[in-house]
């Protein structure tokens, strides 16, 4: 039986895996216009093409991002495949040139995809100490000349800011396809479409859904040719969303910019407690004056906020004493934040930096922490009085 209007303001969950062509014109119709990838098409064929409730959550993000085009995908990292994907021209494809400090996920998607099964030109933009030299890009962009410059602008874990305009501005001019990954300050904090990136990406997973039960991602663009490639190569991966995560997904879209409002507000008002603590060293959060990329981040983000992200040094003597205030904050504060590999959720999470990015950061002490939504004075009763703890 066939789905009729109801007088509901909310979009139905579309689970049909195949949709009803009444006969063979209708048929040809469908598919014939399948080849023009408008935003919703008149006859829908099939799930893994695209999907009513899929494309009504698609809408939603398109009008935070403020951009012409969204697609969903199962996941952040098959949002990353996707984007990149579509700039792949076999042998003929040039040199990508990606910044180093992005998503651990990412770099080990260049390493045994991109460069080990593919068989890509990679290359890498390393920052000094924590901030991005633009003299040295644009040396590299003139010595290299890569088709492709891909960054993230808020980096992790050390919460670097790069200078989102001018990198886009220094790319463009070397002819360079920019593309983006906007998760950690996300579409609340800065447009970089609106500067001249031709894809964002964000891993909706995290703050756009912002409540760690789900997976999910998206690309964003304004182009309508990407567009097309894109929609062509989402539907032959299947990189397709569900569209019961999407129906989740778009009822939590509509609390995103409160949610991610109380995030940066929770998280500086946190550095203020965590930086005028015995037992902490170091404090990373772009929003305060001490860290290396603020000025970048105020340029940027202005009076919006700076994150929800905190990384933070707990001190020790040595790094064997590093090591046990380390686990032993950790196991203080388990009850209320526990160690989740993940961020942007509305509770407060954490994550040992050494224990996942090794070698990188050989930091024993360092915590990155995901400010929740939380009530601040609570949340700042289970930090101080755990950090008291190491004292003793």
């Known amino acids: 039986m066939k789905n009729t209007q109801v007088n509901s303001l909310t979009m139905p ?76 021209k076999g042998k003929k494809t040039g040199k990508w040139l990606f910044f180093n400090d992005i998503y651990g996920g990412t770099n080990s998607f260049i390493d045994n995809v991109l460069i080990q099964r593919r068989g890509l030109d990679i290359h890498r933009f390393c920052s000094i100490g924590e901030r991005y030299d633009l003299g040295e890009l644009e040396s590299i962009l003139k010595k290299l000349k890569p088709e492709m410059v891909y960054l993230e602008i808020i980096s992790n874990p050390m919460l670097s800011v790069a200078d989102g305009e001018a990198i886009i501005k220094l790319a463009k001019k070397y002819e360079c396809t920019v593309i983006i990954d906007n998760t950690f300050a996300t579409p609340f904090l800065w447009h970089p479409l609106e500067h001249g990136a031709d894809l964002v990406i964000h891993s909706a997973t995290k703050y756009l859904s912002g409540h760690g039960n789900l997976t999910a991602g998206v690309v964003c663009g304004n182009n309508s040719l990407l567009e097309k490639d894109a929609i062509e190569y989402r539907k032959y991966t299947g990189h397709m969303l569900s569209a019961d995560d999407a129906y989740r997904l778009g009822t939590m879209l509509k609390t995103f910019e409160i949610r991610f409002t109380r995030h940066c507000e929770n998280a500086m008002k946190l550095t203020g407690i965590l930086t005028g603590h015995s037992m902490v060293e170091n404090v990373l959060y ?43 904050f950790i196991r203080a504060v388990a009850d209320f934040i526990p160690l989740i590999p993940t961020m942007g959720d509305a509770g407060t999470i954490l994550l040992p930096v050494e224990a996942v990015w090794g070698d990188k950061y050989p930091l024993p002490g360092m915590i990155r922490l995901s400010v929740g939504i939380e009530n601040i004075e609570n949340l700042e009763k289970v930090i101080v009085n755990a950090l008291d703890s190491l004292n003793g």
């Not at 048929?27 to 990838?37: C, Q, V």
């Not at 893994?48 to 009504?56: F, Q």
């Open 286 to 328: 772009p929003g305060i004056y001490t860290h290396s990329t603020h000025m970048e981040a105020k340029k940027m983000f202005g009076e919006r906020g700076y994150g929800g992200m905190i990384t933070f040094d707990i001190a020790g003597k040595d790094r064997s004493a590093r090591e046990k205030n380390r686990d032993k």
């Open 13 to 88: 969950v579309y689970r049909d895996a195949g949709f009803p062509l009444d006969n063979a014109e209708t048929t040809r119709k469908a598919f014939n216009d399948e080849l023009d990838p408008r935003r919703s098409p008149e006859l829908y064929i099939y799930s893994r093409y695209r999907n009513p409730t899929v494309v009504a959550t698609e809408e939603q993000i398109m009008d935070l991002e403020n951009c012409r085009w969204a697609l969903l995908t199962q996941s952040g990292m098959s949002a990353i495949d996707l984007a990149l994907s579509i700039f792949q």
